[in-house]
């Protein structure tokens, strides 16, 4: 008996969270939820990209848990500029939203791909206008 609750307390669990896991429940009017976009940061009024970030899809300022006992801080996303590592979430806020193209997020499994070992919390990438 206790064996076929603990399956029936897990499923219920399951099927609660896995609708939350399918929608990012945030986006830009981009449609995608990896992505800001030009158009989207146009919409809003904010000053730095930290600004844009916040209101358009918070949760990627977020830590991701604590990774590892040597570095605290390794949930947190790491931000480029470009394809230059720039700093924390915090380094968002020394860059103008006038001055922004894109930005987009990339999970830990992304980022390691993209840019290599430790980006356990991801990273968001600012891409500046021409």
Same mark, same amino acid.
């Given at each position: 008996?206790?064996?076929?609750?603990?399956?029936?307390?897990?499923?219920?669990?399951?099927?609660?969270?896995?609708?939350?896991?399918?929608? +990012?429940?945030?986006? !830009?009017?981009?449609?995608?939820?990896?992505? =800001?976009?030009?158009? *989207? $940061?146009? /919409? &809003?009024?904010?000053?730095?990209?930290?600004?844009?970030?916040?209101?358009?899809?918070?949760?990627?300022?977020?830590?991701?848990?604590?990774?590892?006992?040597?570095?605290?801080?390794?949930?947190?996303?790491?931000?480029?500029?470009? +394809?230059?590592?720039? !700093?924390?979430?915090?380094?968002?806020?020394? =860059?103008?939203?006038? *001055? $922004?193209? /894109? &930005?987009?997020?990339?999970?830990?499994?992304?980022?390691?791909?993209?840019?290599?070992?430790?980006?356990?919390?991801?990273?968001?990438?600012?891409?500046?206008?021409?």
């Amino acid at each position: 008996m206790r064996l076929s609750l603990a399956k029936l307390v897990a499923c219920l669990l399951v099927a609660a969270f896995l609708p939350a896991c399918a929608t +990012s429940g945030e986006s !830009g009017s981009s449609g995608a939820a990896n992505v =800001i976009t030009y158009e *989207d $940061i146009q /919409e &809003i009024s904010a000053n730095t990209a930290h600004d844009v970030v916040d209101r358009l899809q918070s949760r990627w300022l977020r830590s991701r848990g604590r990774t590892s006992l040597q570095d605290p801080t390794g949930g947190m996303p790491v931000v480029y500029l470009g +394809s230059s590592r720039f !700093g924390g979430v915090d380094s968002l806020h020394e =860059i103008s939203s006038t *001055d $922004i193209e /894109e &930005i987009r997020y990339f999970s830990a499994s992304q980022a390691t791909t993209r840019f290599g070992t430790g980006h356990d919390g991801g990273v968001i990438q600012v891409t500046l206008r021409r």
